[in-house]
């Protein structure tokens, strides 16, 4: 039975002709998806969350909408399942927590030219990336958020960097979410291994 293919990866939309530089195993990962297959992952964060516990009020809302989490954890087991939905990419990255299992959603796309990842159900988190290539990694920096149609004034900088990781042979992926005001608020970090599945 052939495959019929998927439209373009957002991912390959945003970078143009640097797409070609990412890592030859990144490259499978950002590429598009098949139809009738899905993309599924296993690894372990080193760590999840913020040590800053007058936060976790703010997060266990976002918790709420599978966004972030009210955590500080090591050693974090978790999976991640991409699937296209159109033009788009929809994921969902499960961690297995010490109290339970939690999962964070969002959908990337290319809305009027630009690269945006929708965060949490329903997307009400709308985040504008600018995304680069450095050394065979994919670098992505928030250029703007909004909760629904509102701008968020002084929102936090996301980073994040996903490459393959040579000594290890797996694919490593850190973000940051960083305030001018008060630095680091969030973070997450780990390796992964990656396969392309019948759905």
Known sequence: MQEVASPDSPWRAALGEDFARLHPRLLAYFSAIPAGRVGRGAGTFDRVGTSR???WPVLRVLEGRRI????WEHGVPFTIENRPDGDAL???RTFHFA??????VD???IERGRLVDRLGDGGRLRSELSASVLDGALLL???SARW????IPFAPRLRLVERFDEAVGRQH???TLESALIGRIYEYSGHFDYRIETA
């Open 107 to 109: 959908r990337v796309s």
């Open 141 to 143: 920096v928030s250029r």
């Open 68 to 71: 972030l989490f009210p955590v």
């Open 53 to 55: 516990r007058w936060l």
């Open 90 to 92: 929809r994921a969902i």
């Open 173 to 175: 992926v850190a973000l």
């Open 99 to 104: 109290a339970g299992d939690r999962s964070m």
């Open 148 to 151: 629904g149609i509102v701008p």
